[in-house]
C-alpha cells in the first residue's frame, strides 16, 4: 500500500463518511421538526443542561471579555482624543462577534463534548442498537431534543452575553478612562439603533443572534453525529468526544467568516 493509498484510506475516507453522516443527520433533524411537541419534556431537560447550567460561565467569560475589549481599545482611541467613542465599539464588538462566538465556543465545549459522549456511550453499548430493534426512531428520540435545545438556547445566551460584555466594558470606561457610565451607556445603545430592513431588529444584534443560531445548530449535530459514530469501547467514546469538539472548533469559525461576509457585506 503506497503513501496515497495509506491517506485515502485513513484520512480522505473516514472524513467523507463522517461529513455524509453529518449532513444527512441534519437533515433528519430539519424533517422532524413536527415531533418536537412529542419530545418537549426531554427538550426541556436539555434546554436546561445547556443553557442554566451554563450560564454562570457565559457571565464570568462575557463580562471579562467585555473589559478587554474596552481596556484594549479604549487605550487606543485615547491617543487620539476619541475615547468617548467606546460605547460605540464594544457593543458592536460585542454583537457582531465576540459574543456568539464565544457562546459558541463555550457550547462546543460543554454541550457539544456531552452529547458525543452521551450518544457514544450509548452507543457502544449497544442501546442506540436496542432502539432501532424496537423500531424507534432514534433521530427523533435522541438527536432532536439536543439539537433543538442547543439551537434555541445559543442565540438566549448571546443576547444575555452581548449585555454582560457591554457592562464589562463599561466598568473599564469608568475605571481606567475616566468616562460617565450614564454617557458609555447612551453610546452603546445608540451604536445599536440601526434597525434591519426585513426584521425590525437592531442589525448588528440581528446578525450576532442569527450567528448564534447555525452555530447551535451546527455544534449538536456534529456532537451528536460523532456519539453515534463511536466503537471501540470506552477508548472510542473519547475519541469521538474529542473529535466533536475539534470539528465544532473549525466549522464555527468557517461559518462565522461565511456569515460576516453574508450579513455585512
Given amino acids: 500500500m503506497n503513501w496515497l493509498t495509506r491517506l485515502g ?18 437533515g433528519g433533524s430539519l424533517a422532524r421538526v413536527g415531533h ?6 426531554s427538550l426541556l431537560q436539555q434546554m436546561y443542561q445547556a443553557g442554566v447550567k451554563a450560564f454562570h460561565v457565559l457571565v464570568l467569560v462575557s463580562f ?7 481596556l484594549q481599545v479604549g487605550f487606543e ?7 468617548s467613542n467606546i460605547g460605540l465599539l464594544v457593543s458592536v464588538t460585542m454583537a457582531r462577534e465576540m459574543a456568539p462566538f464565544v457562546v459558541a465556543i463555550l457550547l462546543a465545549a460543554s454541550s457539544g463534548s ?13 442501546e442506540v442498537t436496542a432502539l432501532e430493534v424496537l423500531s424507534v426512531d432514534v433521530v427523533s428520540y435522541l438527536v432532536l431534543p439536543r439539537v433543538a435545545a442547543l439551537t434555541l438556547m445559543a442565540p438566549i445566551l448571546t443576547f444575555f452575553a452581548v449585555v454582560v460584555g457591554v457592562f464589562g466594558g463599561g466598568v473599564i470606561a ?4 475616566g468616562l460617565d457610565f450614564d454617557a458609555y451607556l447612551r453610546m452603546s445603545l445608540d451604536s445599536l439603533r440601526e434597525m434591519g430592513e426585513v426584521v ?11 450567528k448564534s443560531l447555525v452555530f447551535g445548530f451546527a455544534i449538536s449535530i456534529i456532537g451528536c453525529a460523532q456519539g453515534l459514530t463511536a466503537r471501540n469501547g470506552a477508548a472510542g467514546v473519547g475519541l469521538t468526544t474529542r473529535a466533536a469538539v475539534r470539528d465544532a ?17
Avoid at 418536537?36 to 419534556?41: D, E, L, Q
Avoid at 456531552?114 to 449497544?126: H, N, P, R, S
Avoid at 472548533?249 to 450579513?263: D, E, H, T, Y
Wanted: positive net charge.
Fill in 9 to 26: 484510506t485513513d484520512f480522505v475516507r473516514p472524513g467523507i463518511v463522517q461529513t455524509g453522516l453529518t449532513l444527512r443527520l441534519a
Fill in 36 to 41: 418536537i411537541p412529542r419530545r418537549f419534556p
Fill in 64 to 70: 471579562f471579555i467585555g473589559m478587554v475589549v474596552s
Fill in 77 to 83: 482611541l485615547a491617543r487620539f482624543g476619541q475615547e
Fill in 114 to 126: 456531552a452529547m458525543a459522549a452521551e450518544l457514544g456511550t450509548m452507543k457502544v453499548q449497544e
Fill in 174 to 177: 469608568v475605571t481606567q478612562l
Fill in 200 to 210: 425590525h431588529v437592531p442589525r448588528d444584534l440581528f446578525g450576532g443572534l442569527a
Fill in 249 to 265: 472548533f473549525i466549522v464555527v469559525i468557517i461559518l462565522n467568516f461565511l456569515m460576516g461576509r453574508v450579513i455585512w457585506h
